[in-house]
């Protein structure tokens, strides 16, 4: 199985900040990656899908990029609704693997 | 409005056996691929199953190969797991997932396009 690893584990930031979460494939998946946001005791919620295209209603501050194994999620200026866990995804081969998540706090 | 809702989680002995459902709505459920994936308390996610809007073509996590059965009933919109000798390490809460269609097909992965809320499994004695 491809390995996905994410970096940092948690990160603390303030509002308005830029943030950016890197994730990191075991070998190659060209752009079939995906990132997601979880707060507690909800579902994850699908923000970006082949790696940079933004899914609809997602705000415009959310942006990410790579391709091959290094991937990064950029968060431009934090607002408080942001403060999640985040989670990369390859859909590349199966099984579909998640990072380990990247949790955002207040700093 | 895409809507997924799942049941059938609860308390279950080692050993024991769950039925979970996903009740889908908003949306034309016989033309999706449709996926379980979990979250084991504290814990990231991991997929569990997929199957195909046909239902022609099913995987499952190595974890629950041969344990685990997915179905679905496209004429009653909805999506199944079957769990059956169930372990501790199987105690999470099960979320179904969408996955929109790819032109590369049936035997690639997807990503999860919308997410139910999620129904709790326990494995204790």
């Known amino acids: 199985a491809i390995r996905m690893t994410q970096s940092p584990s948690s990160l603390s930031a303030s509002t308005g900040d830029r943030v950016t979460i890197t994730c990191r494939a075991s070998q190659g998946i060209s752009s079939y990656l995906a990132w997601y946001q979880q707060k507690p005791g909800k579902a994850p919620k699908l923000l970006i899908y082949?790696?940079?295209t933004l899914q609809s209603g997602v705000p415009s501050r959310f942006s990410g990029s790579g391709s091959g194994t290094d991937f990064t999620l950029t968060i431009s200026c934090l607002q408080s609704e942001d403060f999640a866990t985040y989670y990369c995804q390859q859909y590349y081969s199966y099984p579909p693997t998640f990072g380990q998540g990247t949790k955002l706090e207040i700093k | 409005e895409v809507q997924l809702v799942e049941s059938g989680g609860g308390l279950v002995q080692p050993g024991g056996s769950l039925r979970l459902s996903c009740a889908a709505s908003g949306f034309t459920f016989s033309s999706y691929s449709m996926n379980w994936v979990r979250q084991a308390p504290g814990k990231g996610l991991e997929w569990v199953s997929y199957?195909?809007?046909?239902?022609?073509?099913?995987y499952y996590a190595d974890s629950v190969k041969g344990r685990f059965t997915i179905s679905r009933d496209n004429a009653k919109n909805s999506l199944y797991l079957q769990m059956n000798s169930l372990r501790a390490e199987d105690t999470a809460v099960y979320y179904c997932?969408?996955?929109?269609?790819?032109?590369?097909?049936?035997?690639?992965?997807?990503?999860?396009?919308?997410w139910g809320q999620g129904t709790l499994v326990t494995v204790s004695s």
């Open positions: 199957i195909s809007s046909s239902s022609s073509t099913i």
């Open positions: 082949a790696a940079s």
């Open positions: 997932a969408r996955a929109p269609p790819s032109f590369r097909g049936d035997y690639t992965p997807g990503y999860f396009d919308y």
